[in-house]
Nanobody, 123 residues
Framework: QVQLVESGGGSVKTGDSLRLSCTAP????????MGWFRQAPGKEREFVAC????????YYGDSMKGRSIISRDNAKNTVSLQMSSLKPEDTAVYYC????????????????WGQGTQVTVSA
């Protein structure tokens, strides 16, 4: 397992953009596929996007497909999620996670999780 730390959450309005970031220890970051999930109150954790360690494989969930871009900078040990055209239904706690799978939308394939960052979108 690796320690992951998210940042960049906040309160925005419908249509705004927001960029989330997640950092991990340098010694492990380049080994892992990095993913983003979200969880709204009373709902199950939902896959948003993931990106393989090389950056060659990306996979987006339906929830934010076309409105989000996942990227990583292995030199800075950071993975980012750029979100645009945000809607109130995007309100959730967003989690960064690490997996040894090349690509997965399944939470159980991720062995390390950050503490989460709150994103609130108001009308």
């Amino acid at each position: 397992q690796v320690q992951l730390v998210e940042s960049g959450g906040g309160s925005v309005k419908t249509g705004d953009s927001l960029r989330l970031s997640c950092t991990a220890p340098a010694h492990a970051f380049s080994m892992y596929t990095m993913g983003w999930f979200r969880q709204a109150p009373g709902k199950e954790r939902e896959f948003v996007a993931c990106l393989s360690w090389s950056g060659g494989t990306t996979y987006y969930g339906d929830s934010m497909k076309g409105r989000s871009i996942i990227s990583r900078d292995n030199a800075k040990n950071t993975v980012s999620l750029q979100m645009s055209s945000l809607k109130p239904e995007d309100t959730a706690v967003y989690y960064c996670a690490a997996s040894l799978q090349i690509s997965s939308s399944t939470p159980r394939d991720y062995t390390s999780w950050g503490q989460g960052t709150q994103v609130t979108v108001s009308a």
